[in-house]
């Protein structure tokens, strides 16, 4: 399935992450993913979130640049090749994965992977149809 | 006290005020004979060459710009055609884009003596061995003080810029006794001679350092640490080069050699001729420049001048430091640097319509400038992916270079959090304190 995923701005400065976790955690925003890409001058946090856009409005209001973009959430059995197949099928259709990351449910079994791709619509279409998107379960983040 | 020219040097003032009276006049009716837009300026004025009967006179000719040389690149302000021109020099202009400026053989051959002056006055003679580690090419430090050094017959070592090590094998193997290049590079090769316990093996003497501002306490240190006697030289390559002016033995202010250049300070905001002694912009006109010749150019820096007689016998007037600027240029590793550049840059590189707020901070460490440009980042400038991002950053470094020469550190910075004063962001930060 696609999902919304926020990107988040870090200037390499002390202070920086924890002024953006603190103001999600004083507003009520619940995390679900979260991994963070950094060079030597500056990060890109990227979130998983239950209120997108409400995030976005609390980071913008405190001077912090915030991009909303559509990822592809799947559920993967929790076992070894769970991910590798997926990575295939994409592979074998030329869709190139650009980051991901993943992490585990409560789901017993299931761990789910966030991943962009060159074209997010058309790998959703592509897993759909190969019968590999386990459809997520109501609150699936949660587990 | 020895002497290049000893009759034009040491030349009485109202004798030295007649010749440049007669080299104006001629100057100006060559302008306006042969630059449109210098000739445009006067008619504009009701002006004629004629119109100029006294040195005074000159406060009614219209000023010159840099701006000029951009609006009318690359030949525009040129006085002679160019089968008589026989070399260009290039600098970075406002926008970018570089003015040019080029020399017949008699300006090569008066640039030549104008740094030869002052090598004679330090009593440099043939017997000298000259390094030169200005950057030679466009830039016009290099060619300057080499042509001055092969007119005294000293040998050269035209070493051009960089690489430390070789400068300091140089200096030692070929028992260099004169070293030209840019204070902060003097100061750099003085630690490094020092780091490597060379310094007796140093035959040097003097040095000849400029194109960058220096204050007494980097003079002290250079003289400390190399061993020699420090001299400043000022020039433009506007008005010729380095060698407009430079000091003497007595370092007492740098001397204006006013038989090719007439100096003027004015008010920088209403264009007024200061009276003598005052403090405000230096303005040139070369009297004898051919191929590319100025009249009343705004230096925009910021000094006083001094007529009183100097101890070395020579009665040219003499210039003190820069103490600024009329306008917000700066000196980085000898390079000029104009704020509306980076903005230009940032504007192009952005793909947005808003040039992004940014701010310059410049700095000296370890003896060379460090230049940092930090820019705000913005929903335009800012993607998901770290390669787009750092593409961005690649991409406003390369325009940077290629636009001023140099080489900034740019960094993204949050948004707002760049200072700001009554809403309006300081551009230029200078920690280096050199006034």
Not at chain 2, 328 to 333: A, N, S
Not at chain 2, 350 to 374: H, K, L
Not at chain 2, 396 to 425: Q, Y
Request: proline share 4%; glycine share 8%; with cysteine.
């Amino acid at each position: 399935m696609i999902t919304k995923q926020l990107s988040v701005f870090v200037e390499n400065k002390k202070g920086r992450l924890s002024a953006i976790l603190n103001c999600l955690a004083e507003n009520g925003i619940d995390l679900s993913a979260l991994s963070l890409a950094d060079t030597s001058e500056f990060g890109v946090l990227r979130l998983i979130v239950n209120d997108p856009e409400k995030a976005k409005a609390l980071l913008n209001d405190i001077g912090v640049i915030v991009k909303i973009t559509d990822v592809l959430a799947v559920v993967l059995d929790d076992k070894p090749g769970g991910a590798a197949k997926i990575i295939e099928a994409l592979s074998q259709n030329d869709i190139s994965v650009e980051y991901m990351y993943a992490f585990d449910t409560k789901i017993t079994g299931k761990a789910i992977m966030v991943a962009k791709t060159d074209n997010v619509k058309a790998a959703d279409d592509l897993l759909i149809a190969k019968g590999l998107a386990d459809v997520l379960p109501p609150d699936g983040f949660k587990g | 006290m020895s002497y290049l020219n000893k009759d034009i040097e040491t030349m009485p003032r109202e004798q030295l005020k007649e010749l440049q009276l007669e080299r104006l006049q001629k100057q100006i009716a060559h302008c306006y004979e042969r630059v449109e837009c210098f000739r445009n300026r006067m008619d504009e004025k009701g002006l004629k060459p004629e119109d100029i009967q006294s040195l005074e006179d000159l406060a009614k000719v219209p000023f010159s710009y840099k701006k000029d040389l951009r609006d009318y690149y690359p030949f525009g302000l040129f006085a002679e055609p160019l089968k008589n021109v026989v070399r260009f020099h290039a600098s970075s202009g406002t926008t970018g884009k570089r003015i040019v400026v080029g020399y017949t053989r008699e300006d090569l051959e008066v640039w030549a003596e104008c740094a030869a002056r002052m090598m004679v006055s330090l009593g440099i003679t043939d017997e000298d061995i000259v390094q030169v580690s200005y950057g030679y090419g466009l830039f016009t430090g290099g060619f300057g003080v080499h042509s001055a050094a092969e007119k005294i017959g000293c040998a050269v070592i035209p070493m051009s810029s960089g690489n430390t090590k070789l400068q300091i094998q140089n200096m030692v193997d070929f028992g260099a006794t004169v070293l030209c290049c840019t204070p902060s590079y003097a100061m750099h090769l003085g630690e490094e001679v020092n780091r490597a316990g060379l310094k007796d093996k140093l035959k040097l003497k003097y040095g000849i350092f400029g194109a960058e501002p220096w204050t007494e306490s980097m003079r002290a240190e250079i003289e400390k640490s190399l061993g020699i006697k420090a001299c400043d030289i000022y020039g433009l390559t506007e008005v010729i080069g380095p060698g407009v002016a430079c000091e003497c033995a007595e370092k007492a202010g740098m001397h204006i050699w006013e038989d090719h250049f007439l100096a003027e300070i004015i008010d920088p905001d209403t264009g007024e001729v200061l009276p003598e002694g005052s403090t405000g912009e230096l303005v040139f006109t070369s009297l004898t420049k051919q191929a590319f010749p100025v009249i009343r150019y705004r230096t925009r820096d910021i000094c006083r001048l001094e007529y009183t007689p100097c101890a070395c016998g020579r009665t040219h007037l003499r210039m003190c430091k820069p103490q600024g600027r009329s306008d917000d240029m700066l000196i980085i590793r000898g390079v000029n640097v104009f704020p509306s550049q980076i903005e230009e840059v940032l504007l192009k590189t952005s793909g947005g319509d808003i040039t992004p707020n940014y701010q310059i901070v410049v700095d000296r460490i370890n003896n060379s400038d460090t230049f940092d440009v930090n820019v705000e980042m913005s929903e335009a400038l800012f993607a998901d992916e770290v390669r787009s991002i750092e593409q961005i950053e690649k991409r406003i470094t390369g325009e940077l270079r290629s636009t001023l020469g140099i080489g900034a550190k740019v960094h993204l910075v949050n948004p707002k959090s760049i200072e700001r004063s009554e809403g309006k962001a300081k551009r230029v930060i200078d920690k280096r304190n050199l006034h």
